[in-house]
């Protein structure tokens, strides 16, 4: 099984540079997603990374390292529509498509 | 990327009826899964939907109250038996990627009164 840590809560103004760090033990590891929620909406894929180093995807980037069991989501230029809950998933090793997520992180862009 | 039809989208169910659920893909898929999120919470996996065979539920998740359905590659049904309203929240069935990322349907509120 996979533990999956991530802060719970995050504030930082508009146009402002937020971090989202995420720290996994893993039984067994196939990559690690981000997702965005909205309140009451379904989870929408933001970025993917498998091997190690910075995948840059216009406003959002995500980190990885696999020995340390770490990653980060940064996003640049905050909008306030990016207020929403983050959330870091792994994939299993052994079955494509399932993951375990972390709780979220919930971002809070204030003006 | 895969299309994913689920529903209803909501409903307000009384206790100790079941409700069930749907998800349609606009593309034939060999697994399938149900995710469930309750209030306040992330996405935790209910069990994976395997066609031909029985689904494969996860830790502290079993048949009796989550019956699943799996008749093709396209489809799939979860149902939530004899609700209580600990059973509130969203379910949500995913598909994976043809390379990286899981899609997911658009989820099923459901509030047990």
């Known amino acids: 099984g996979q533990n999956i840590d991530q802060p719970t809560e995050m504030t930082a103004t508009e146009g402002a540079i937020v971090q989202i760090n995420c720290t996994y033990q893993?039984?067994?590891?196939?990559?690690l997603f981000w997702y965005q929620q909205h309140a009451g909406e379904a989870p929408t894929f933001l970025s993917y990374?498998?091997?190690?180093g910075l995948e840059e995807k216009g406003r959002f980037s995500s980190f990885l390292s696999r020995s340390k069991g770490y990653s980060y989501l940064l996003l640049k230029e905050l909008q306030m529509k990016d207020s929403a809950s983050y959330l870091c998933?792994?994939?299993?090793?052994?079955?494509?498509?399932?993951?375990?997520f972390g709780a979220g992180t919930q971002v809070v862009v204030t003006p | 990327s895969a299309v994913i039809s689920q529903k209803p989208s909501r409903d307000i169910c009384q206790r100790g009826t079941s409700l069930t659920i749907q998800c349609q893909v606009d593309?034939?898929?060999?697994?399938m899964f149900w995710y469930r999120q309750q209030p306040g919470q992330s996405l935790t996996l209910i069990a994976t939907?395997?066609?031909?065979?029985?689904?494969?539920?996860e830790s502290g998740f079993v048949i009796d109250k989550f019956p699943i359905s799996r008749p093709n590659l396209t489809f799939s049904t979860l149902t939530v038996s004899n609700m209580s309203p600990e059973d509130s929240s969203i379910y949500l069935c995913?598909?994976?990627?043809?390379?990286?990322?899981?899609?997911f349907g658009q989820g099923t509120r459901l509030t047990v009164v």
């Open positions: 995913s598909v994976p990627g043809a390379y990286t990322e899981a899609f």
């Open positions: 593309s034939q898929v060999t697994m």
């Open positions: 893993t039984s067994g590891f196939n990559g």
């Open positions: 990374n498998v091997l190690d």
């Open positions: 939907a395997n066609q031909g065979s029985e689904a494969t539920y």
């Open positions: 998933a792994v994939r299993d090793a052994d079955s494509w498509g399932k993951l375990q």
